[in-house]
């Protein structure tokens, strides 16, 4: 009897401690997110360098347009992405939505395109020459587009947009 107790006990130790560690890994906050992860195709004479603490991104490119594919684009409180004054397309391919609480930097134009969103939070800091960020899928035609006079026409066109507020702000 007392055996069986002792497994059962070792048991419930187990299962409590994969309970605790998946409730933790679901309840992550904004500090647990990443700098972006780059993928291979990108235009040429783009350098990303990252700091030796990982809390900041520094991107120039020799282009005037530039064109970076990502397999994420995240960042978290605490995190600094710095583009240079160029303009940059970036054509995120995660298949969750990009989430933004830190600082991003640019002094050109910035696009972010992501078809499963972009959510910037609570005291994510914004302070680019102009923000673009859409879940449109943009054909091959709309980046070599980008790439010689840096727009993407469906995107630039003025249109009227609501504000939503979340996190009770009025």
Known sequence: MQKRTKKHNIKRKILSALI??????A???PLAFALPVQEEDMTAGVNIATSANNLQMDISGA???NVINWSKFNIAQNETVAFDAKN???LINDREMSKIWGTLKGGGSIYLINPNGILFGKGAIVDVGTLYASTREI???LQTQFESDGTIPPLTKRIHVRRYYQYGDA
Request: aromatic fraction near 6%; hydrophobic fraction near 35%; glycine fraction near 0%.
């Open 20 to 25: 605790t560690s998946a409730i933790s890994a």
């Open 27 to 29: 309840t992550l906050n």
């Open 63 to 65: 282009a005037d347009n």
């Open 88 to 90: 940059y397309l970036n």
């Open 139 to 141: 054909s091959e035609d």
